[in-house]
């Protein structure tokens, strides 16, 4: 292991990294898929290879290169290639196909889209593209195009001179990932050089990153997560990291025996998936010992420790804008749920509406601003009306609502556009959806507010509900299941039992669209109903 120190901010530039890391350690492994090994001597050849072809198609400092590509270190020669110049890349969701892949192609802002061969039929689909060239990925485009193509995997055989990078500044821009778009059209999150090593640096310390540790990412290289947690961690701290183009439930743990993997990172359901899968002899026979699973139920966080062996499972807070902001720090016992104390670079506070600080114990919106240079995104990619609207009052607005105890540690409420109030409580969509989706007969539920006539500033509560095939539970039997485990402000008004849920290509739900959508004439009123709430 070789972790850079990184005191001087002129190395703070990815591409820099890596080639510290190659003059260090030239033989150590850095990439791993597969079979296939690529040591931190030869990934810098071949980035510095791919930004000599990169330059020769016309991209420079400041440029961006849209890539609609699968996860694997070629797409890391690239990037880091890319880097080198001073360039920006911009991954695009490989779930993306009509007005959303066309929209995000068009805000890239790029000449050139770097694209799987497998994936230029749907970029075909889109008909008039608004790039000068693509370069493809993994053997000949699958569709004609309408425009030049040349191919990527012939970069790999170019010569290239390690670039001039001393006019780059660790606070350019160096990639820019979308939001995920539940709010309406997703947003372009401009990362520097030094967001990315901050974090990878203090997501390392955070997981109790060691000798001998082997990465394992089965992310999609379009999230942050992929890069932050994954190759960057692995870029700042000179271990390995194993990618597989995807997540398979199935054989996760065999692939982390296959990689000797010690340290992963699991999003969303992910975690679920493998928990929920059955029971077998050698679940803890796997050499992963630290598994960051966000977010980990806390009731499931000892079971599963104990089911596949794990050392330990850390939690904490960020988003694309700020990467990790909280995060349970090692050494001390947190509380269930708990997302543990604020990372250095960043103040935050949690403010009212007014941008006043709430009461201990209150819910309140996590805002941030940093205490040293270039720790949280530069903004959004040409839009600078929503920066304008994140940043007010000196202050980064997560649109995330927390609370913070008596201890000094952090806990998730909701998000803001998610909660609810009515008749002078707050309601938390988040824990309402939790309580319904514990009934058996319930695949997906997604809790919203619904003007109320009583008061414009209020709301009523609203749940949609997909059931699990084959089921046939009513709306009133879900009302009184929350009466029944829950408080009994908890119980919605208002049910209404959907096949599906809108959501974006990434499965998250659109709730902007269920509150748009309001009350239907096959919404179930309990109101009118006369359902009796039980208190």
């Given amino acids: 292991m070789n972790w850079l120190e990184l005191d001087d901010d002129r190395d703070r530039l990815l591409g820099r990294c890596l080639r510290l890391q190659a003059e260090a350690s030239p033989d150590r492994d850095f990439l791993v898929a597969g079979d296939e090994r690529f040591s931190f001597g030869r990934t810098n050849e071949l980035a510095n290879a791919y930004a000599a072809g990169f330059a020769r198609a016309g991209v420079g400092r400041g440029d961006t290169v849209c890539l609609f590509a699968g996860s694997g270190p070629d797409l890391v020669f690239a990037a880091l290639g890319l880097n080198k110049l001073g360039a920006i890349w911009v991954p695009t969701n490989t779930d993306y196909k009509g007005s959303w892949l066309a929209e995000t192609f068009q805000d890239s802002g ?37 425009i030049a193509t040349e191919s990527l995997d012939a970069f790999a055989d170019l010569p290239g001179e ?39 640096d203090s ?10 540790e082997v990465l394992y990412c089965c992310l999609p290289m379009y999230n942050s997560a992929a890069w932050v947690a994954n190759v960057f961690r692995a870029l700042v701290t000179g271990v390995p990291c194993a990618i597989d ?33 059955p029971e077998r002899a050698d679940d803890a026979d796997n050499p992963v010992r630290t598994m960051s699973a966000i977010p980990m139920p806390a009731a499931l ?38 997302l543990g104390e604020p990372q250095p670079g960043v103040e935050i506070a949690l403010l009212d509406d007014d941008d ?56 998730f409420v909701d998000r803001k556009a998610d909660f609810i109030r009515y008749k002078g409580r707050n309601i938390s969509s988040f824990a309402v959806e939790a309580t319904l989706g514990a009934h058996p007969a319930v695949a997906q539920c997604a ?23 084959g089921e046939s539970a009513g709306a009133e039997e879900l009302a009184r299941f929350v009466n ?24 998250r739900v659109q709730k902007f669209k269920l509150r748009e959508r309001g009350v239907t004439p096959d919404t179930w009123d309990g109101k009118a109903a006369g359902f009796e709430v039980r208190r």
């Avoid at 939001?179 to 050089?193: D, F, I, L, N």
């Avoid at 990619?381 to 980064?396: H, K, M, Q, S, V």
């Avoid at 809790?447 to 095939?469: D, F, M, N, T, Y």
Wanted: glycine share 10%; with cysteine.
């Fill in 110 to 146: 790029a000449k050139i889209l770097v694209a799987d061969a497998a994936l230029t039929p749907r970029a075909a689909e889109l008909g008039a593209l608004p790039f000068e060239r693509v370069l493809v990925r993994g053997g000949e485009a699958e569709a004609d195009l309408a």
């Fill in 162 to 200: 390690e670039p001039d990078d001393s006019a780059l500044h660790y606070g350019d821009t160096a990639a820019i990932l979308w939001t995920s778009g539940t709010t309406g059209r997703s947003k372009g999150v401009m990362q520097s050089h030094n967001v990315w090593i901050r974090a990878a």
């Fill in 203 to 212: 997501g390392a310390r955070n997981a109790g990153l060691r000798e001998g």
């Fill in 245 to 277: 183009p995807h997540f398979s439930a199935g054989e996760f743990w065999e692939r982390t025996r296959h990689y000797g993997a010690t340290m992963c990172f699991t999003l969303g359901a992910m975690h679920m998936f493998l928990w929920n899968a």
């Fill in 301 to 338: 966080e000892e079971p599963f420790k104990k089911r596949f062996g794990i050392e330990a499972i850390p939690q904490g807070f960020g988003q694309s804008e700020l990467m990790t902001v909280l995060a349970r720090t090692p050494g001390r016992p947190w509380k269930p749920n708990s």
């Fill in 356 to 411: 006043r600080p709430v009461p201990q114990g209150e819910a309140g919106e996590l805002c941030a601003r940093p205490t040293e240079p270039f720790t949280l995104f530069n903004g959004y990619f040409g839009n600078p009306e929503a920066t304008i609207r994140a940043w007010r009052n000196l202050w980064y607005h997560t649109g995330d609502l927390l609370r913070q105890d008596e201890d000094g540690e952090f806990f």
């Fill in 447 to 469: 809790a919203h507010g619904v003007p109320s006539q009583e008061l414009e500033s209020e709301a009523e509560l609203k749940v949609c509900v997909v059931l699990k095939p």
């Fill in 484 to 507: 029944d485990n829950a408080p009994y402000f908890f119980v919605p008004r208002y049910i209404e039992l959907l096949d599906s849920l809108p959501s974006t290509p990434t499965g």
